[in-house]
Nanobody, 122 residues
Framework: QVQLSESGGELVQTGGSLRLSCVAS????????VTWWRQAPGKERVWVAHVDWSGNNPAYVDSVKGRFTISRVNTNNTFFLQMTNLKPEDTAVYYCGLAEDVYDAHTRPKYWGRGTQVIVSS
């Protein structure tokens, strides 16, 4: 059974930084693309970033380009979302996910974490 566990979400001021982590309890982690999505209050869950099995070719939604960085450490079954210059509109529950390829990472991850709350105060 695959389990994903996020951490790192908290209350931060505008302009601050956070690093979200996701640990995957599973075999063959390095065969999956990893992804982060977020869901703001009253809105749908939307894709934020993904990277392929090797950690190369990251992709980001336009609103976070230049501010967020996705990375992974396959030997530790862990991946991250480094967030800098945070804005109030980044406030959301952030979900980590795994997908069989980058297309699915962007559209329909196979596995989800439970989410971690990020609140950016103005």
């Amino acid at each position: 059974q695959v389990q994903l566990s996020e951490s790192g979400g908290e209350l931060v001021q505008t302009g601050g930084s956070l690093r979200l982590s996701c640990v995957a309890s599973m075999r063959f982690f390095d065969r999956y693309a990893v992804t982060w999505w977020r869901q703001a209050p009253g809105k749908e869950r939307v894709w934020v970033a993904h990277v392929d099995w090797s950690g190369n070719n990251p992709a980001y939604v336009d609103s976070v380009k230049g501010r967020f960085t996705i990375s992974r450490v396959n030997t530790n079954n862990t991946f991250f979302l480094q967030m800098t210059n945070l804005k109030p509109e980044d406030t959301a529950v952030y979900y980590c996910g795994l997908a069989e390829d980058v297309y699915d990472a962007h559209t329909r991850p196979k596995y989800w974490g439970r989410g971690t709350q990020v609140i950016v105060s103005s």
